[in-house]
């Protein structure tokens, strides 16, 4: 029988790696404990960075909540419940936070895009949140008025009554939702355009088509065009006494 031969390390050699491994347990101790130790201290931060345009948002509420969450200390602050408190103000879409060694904290600020006036008093973001600024907002942005909670809803109709008027050269001034469902659609012109409940899409085209052979010259004398006629539509001018519906002219399609 022939015998099968095989090599063991050395002993020195076993000793050795034995070392090395108790050595990179201690290293690794330390530096766990090194971790503890330092979380366990209230290492301060001192320097908040803002980045980003804060041009709407309360800077005043801003620092105030900042420094709240920075008086954990730069090891312990909760970068995620200092996010959900920033993104809570008005005007603030979101917010980036990282910790800048040795006591530095980067803040980065988005605020949300304005893209109407929403009811009374608040504003629509482009992304259809609906927030409240602490004062009112002059500025020049088309008005939506509608039931609680259809303020994205309303967003994409603004926005796809806008694609179909823009060809003739006007523009969307506000519109407006009734407890009926009833449109309301104000062009910047001054002109209204009521668009009813149902069948808005195909009232809105046939408005398109008229418009520019049968409305554009008198633009200026039409206070509003009524398209909730089965096949034409009613002007009432500017002039006429708006508890009248007698002076009113009818066309067709």
Known sequence: MSAVAMTLP???TTRVSLRMVAAVIAAVGLVGAAGWWMRT??????????DGIVAHADRDQLKAVMARHARAGFFTVDLEALRTDLRALPWV??????????????????????????NEGALL????????????????APILAGPAGHGGAMLERLR???????PLGLEVAALRQNERRDWRLELSNGVA???????????????VAIWPRALASDAGR???VDLRYPNGFA???????????????????
Do not use: C, K, N, Y
């Open 10 to 12: 050395p002993a020195e």
């Open 41 to 50: 201290l209230e290492w301060p931060i001192q320097d908040v960075r803002v």
């Open 193 to 207: 355009l009521r668009l009813g409940r149902d069948d808005v899409e195909a009232r809105l085209a046939r408005f």
């Open 222 to 224: 039409i206070a509003s």
């Open 93 to 118: 879409r979101d917010a980036s936070l990282r910790r800048v060694w040795p006591d530095t904290l980067d803040v980065s600020i988005r605020e949300h895009a304005v893209a109407a006036h929403w």
């Open 125 to 140: 973001s482009r992304s259809g949140i609906v927030f409240e600024p602490p004062t009112p907002v002059d500025m020049e």
């Open 235 to 253: 002007v009432t001018w500017r002039e006429q006494d708006a508890a009248a519906d007698a002076g009113t002219t009818r066309g067709g399609a």
């Open 160 to 166: 796809a009554f806008s694609a179909e008027i823009e």
